[in-house]
């Protein structure tokens, strides 16, 4: 069985022309052919952080649905800003918060889905913090929750805001960081900011960033997806 799993910092909807438009972005999302995306920035930043991306519209326009996940209001679509969609079909079996150390508020995601049979499939999304100080402790958490799903294979996704290819991520001894390629700023790439972590036991059969000329106007981010083979279950 291959799941794909994608990951997309919308920013609020704002594409790089400065405009606002949420339908720009359902656009992108039903070109990534995924089963599962983790979306950044799917909130406004202030007040009561509503939705810049409304579940109306993605339930309306595209195959997937917005999950029973934790929301940081009561018109939040996500949890500090992060949400799972989850592809029709796919199940889920639960979603759970978790709140990560810093100076700002961040959280990430722990989504849990039935890959085959009776084997769960762990995927941590993560929107990291602006100092490396902050995402070297916000590593160190999430690594502890990947291990805690062992035996079943983990991955984290996301906007990890690390420049560095080496430096931010010395808590993940035992992981591998895959960066697909750059995706920030859209409209001329330079930094790989957001990447994947797999355990040994979740393997990546491709993997790329979705550069076209509409995700180079939709947000500042480019979409990354990779294809994850291999979830049977051991015997």
């Given at each position: 069985?291959?799941?794909?799993?994608?990951?997309?910092?919308?920013?609020?909807?704002?594409?790089?022309d400065?405009?606002?438009?949420?339908?720009?972005?359902?656009d992108?999302?039903?070109?990534?052919?995924?089963?599962?995306?983790?979306?950044?920035?799917?909130?406004?930043?202030?007040?009561?952080?509503?939705?810049?991306?409304?579940?109306?519209?993605?339930?309306?326009?595209?195959?997937?649905?917005?999950?029973?996940?934790?929301?940081?209001?009561?018109?939040?679509?996500?949890?500090?800003?992060?949400a799972?969609?989850?592809?029709?079909?796919?199940?889920?079996?639960?979603?759970?918060?978790?709140?990560?150390?810093?100076?700002?508020?961040?959280?990430?995601?722990?989504?849990?889905?039935?890959a085959?049979?009776?084997?769960?499939?762990?995927?941590?999304?993560?929107?990291?913090?602006?100092?490396?100080?902050?995402?070297?402790?916000?590593?160190?958490?999430?690594?502890?929750?990947?291990?805690?799903?062992?035996?079943?294979?983990?991955?984290?996704?996301?906007?990890?805001?690390?420049?560095?290819?080496?430096?931010?991520?010395?808590?993940?001894?035992?992981?591998?960081?895959?960066?697909?390629?750059?995706?920030?700023?859209?409209?001329?790439?330079?930094?790989?900011?957001?990447?994947?972590?797999?355990?040994?036991?979740a393997?990546?059969?491709?993997?790329?960033?979705?550069?076209?000329?509409?995700?180079?106007?939709?947000?500042?981010?480019?979409?990354?997806?990779?294809?994850?083979?291999?979830?049977?279950?051991?015997?």
């Amino acid at each position: 069985m291959t799941l794909r799993i994608a990951s997309y910092n919308i920013h609020k909807c704002v594409g790089v022309d400065r405009r606002r438009d949420p339908h720009r972005i359902i656009d992108v999302l039903n070109t990534l052919d995924a089963d599962v995306i983790a979306l950044q920035e799917v909130d406004r930043r202030r007040g009561a952080r509503p939705a810049a991306l409304s579940a109306s519209l993605i339930e309306a326009e595209t195959d997937f649905r917005t999950i029973e996940q934790p929301r940081t209001g009561p018109d939040s679509l996500g949890w500090h800003g992060q949400a799972f969609l989850v592809k029709r079909g796919v199940e889920m079996l639960s979603c759970a918060g978790i709140e990560l150390p810093g100076l700002e508020p961040r959280g990430a995601l722990h989504l849990s889905l039935k890959a085959e049979e009776d084997l769960p499939f762990s995927i941590f999304a993560a929107h990291l913090g602006l100092r490396r100080t902050d995402r070297r402790a916000q590593w160190t958490r999430i690594a502890k929750e990947m291990l805690a799903a062992s035996p079943s294979p983990a991955l984290a996704i996301g906007d990890f805001n690390e420049w560095s290819g080496r430096n931010g991520f010395e808590a993940l001894g035992g992981f591998t960081v895959h960066a697909p390629g750059a995706t920030y700023p859209s409209v001329a790439p330079v930094g790989k900011l957001d990447r994947i972590v797999t355990c040994n036991r979740a393997h990546i059969t491709h993997m790329s960033v979705h550069d076209t000329q509409l995700t180079r106007r939709a947000s500042d981010h480019l979409p990354i997806w990779a294809d994850i083979g291999g979830l049977r279950r051991r015997r």
